[in-house]
């Protein structure tokens, strides 16, 4: 199978006749070369599936021994799972279990116990299957995920 631009070289010494019976063909070959060309090295691709979801189960236990439970939905490998807007505070939080779920892969389940250092305004976890950072800028607890496989 002939290369784009090769077949576009044999068109050339067509002669001008024959050249006009298949000027469609010709354009359409140089609109796919243009496209192909046209194509920066700085594009990327997203290397995940369209219906790739994870299933996020966030158990925050806090100072005063109750629980909050925040389930959440989303759709790519890295993300936000817990900002500001959940309205969480930084403090009152002792320990956070967290499980991700791949609901294409539900039997592969990733689970991360963290206890939070107060004295920090940080913790990260790097676990072989996900990635977790753990801050405050401001008073309320902001989450960051990376699931790594």
Same mark, same amino acid.
């Given at each position: ?97 967290? =499980?991700? @779920? !791949?609901? &294409? ?5 990733? +689970?991360?116990?963290?206890? %939070?250092?107060? *004295?920090?305004?940080?913790? =990260?976890? @790097? !676990?072989? &299957? ?5 801050? +405050?800028?401001?008073?309320? %607890?902001?989450? *960051? ?5």
């Amino acid at each position: 199978m002939l290369l784009l631009k090769e077949k576009y070289r044999l068109f050339m010494y067509f002669s001008p006749k024959l050249r006009k019976k298949y000027i469609g063909y010709i354009i359409n070959i140089m609109a796919e070369i243009y496209s192909i060309s046209n194509q920066s090295k700085y594009t990327y691709k997203l290397n995940e599936p369209e219906n790739q979801m994870f299933v996020f189960e966030i158990v925050l236990q806090k100072f005063n021994q109750k629980n909050k439970i925040i389930r959440k939905i989303k759709k790519t490998k890295k993300g936000n799972i817990i900002s500001t807007n959940d309205n969480i505070l930084f403090d009152d939080i002792k320990e956070i279990k967290l =499980t991700a @779920i !791949d609901v &294409n892969n539900p039997t592969q389940e990733i +689970t991360v116990n963290v206890k %939070l250092d107060h *004295n920090k305004k940080y913790c =990260t976890i @790097i !676990d072989t &299957n996900i990635y977790l950072e753990f801050f +405050t800028n401001t008073q309320f %607890l902001e989450c *960051n995920y990376n699931i790594i496989n």
